[in-house]
């Protein structure tokens, strides 16, 4: 049987007002859970940031949802509303750690199919070397990190340090787009998400080759970029183009753009069979990773469906995206049976 792990999820614990307001005391992001519990808001302070149902705070129901799509094991991390960045460093800190700590008490539910990713106050490098440390003992499986803090990109001394320090203590890392750019133009139709969004991870990504921080962050470092790279992947003919013919495209960066496709990898939340197949063929059958946004709804509602049924993929190929290259990427059990007691069928696996 074919393992499935879906290594991009998140949750947001049943976080009370008062809680949120020891991280800030006016737009902490707490939850409203509804009378009927089965639904609720994400909130920031007064304000209702995202309707939400009970997959994010409730391990349970997560477990019913992944027997019933035949998935195996799910990593989840924070929603990014909850990073905390714009705070000062201790307060973020304090915040990250009960999160964290709250993370595995979710896990504790079935602790050989959910795994958890921490958080850590990336605004202040020590701090959040220490706390993705302490969260990596403490039994997560890496870290999640925003692709930028305020004006600072991945190419930022202080996040080169950061990545460092993750390479030298074996803690993989998953970067997820966050606060999207924007001028007030992307006003309507969820624009942010469907233009920004990509467009941010992309920059992150961009930010570490052309600075040349890949050149200075170890090999060793395992590093994957949310929703298949965002525009990355069908957008890097044109970074290599500029490579080769722009200077100052060159001035930082000694090798064409395109070959640092083996330093990172990317999830699989791309939604379309062609997409999918340009991912592969961009950035290799080792590199890509069942992911699903779970539970929200711009995530992939049947999940894997686009692996396990796509024409154009051998079945090797689906193993190892469907769940191997998660399994290596973040050194997850090879079996998880005796926890598993519903798995639906895993459904079509044709070549």
Known sequence: MTLRVDMHSHFFPAVSRTEAERLD??????????ADGETGFIMTGDRTFRPVTR????????LEDMDGQGIDIQLMCATPVM???????RVALDWARRMNDKALELCAAAPRRLFALAQVPLQDV????????RAFAAGHRGVQ???HVGPRDLDDEAFITFLTHCAGEGIPVLVHPWDMMSDGRMKKWMLPWLVAMPAETQLGILSLILSGAFERIPASLK????????????????????WRHRDIVREDCPRLPSSYVNRFSVDSAVFD??????????????????????????GEQRIGRLIGEHAGLS??????????NARRFFGLPTAVGLEQSSRAPAGRMSA
Do not use: T
């Not at 020590?126 to 440390?133: G, I, K, P, Q, T």
């Not at 079945?315 to 191997?324: A, F, Q, T, Y």
């Open 83 to 89: 990073f905390g960045y714009g705070r000062e460093g």
């Open 145 to 147: 990190i925003g692709n």
């Open 273 to 298: 069979p062609a997409a999918l197949r340009l991912l592969i063929d961009v950035m290799g059958e080792d590199r890509v990773m069942l992911g699903s946004d779970y539970p929200f709804p711009l």
């Open 315 to 324: 079945l090797g190929e689906k193993r190892k995206l469907l769940g191997e």
């Open 55 to 62: 997959a994010l705070w409730d391990p349970q129901r997560r």
């Open 223 to 242: 590093i994957c970029f949310a929703h298949g790279g965002g525009s990355f992947p069908y957008l890097l003919g044109r970074v290599d183009n500029a």
């Open 25 to 34: 005391d006016r737009h902490g992001p707490w939850l409203s859970i509804d």
């Open 126 to 133: 020590d701090l959040a070397c220490a706390e993705a440390s």
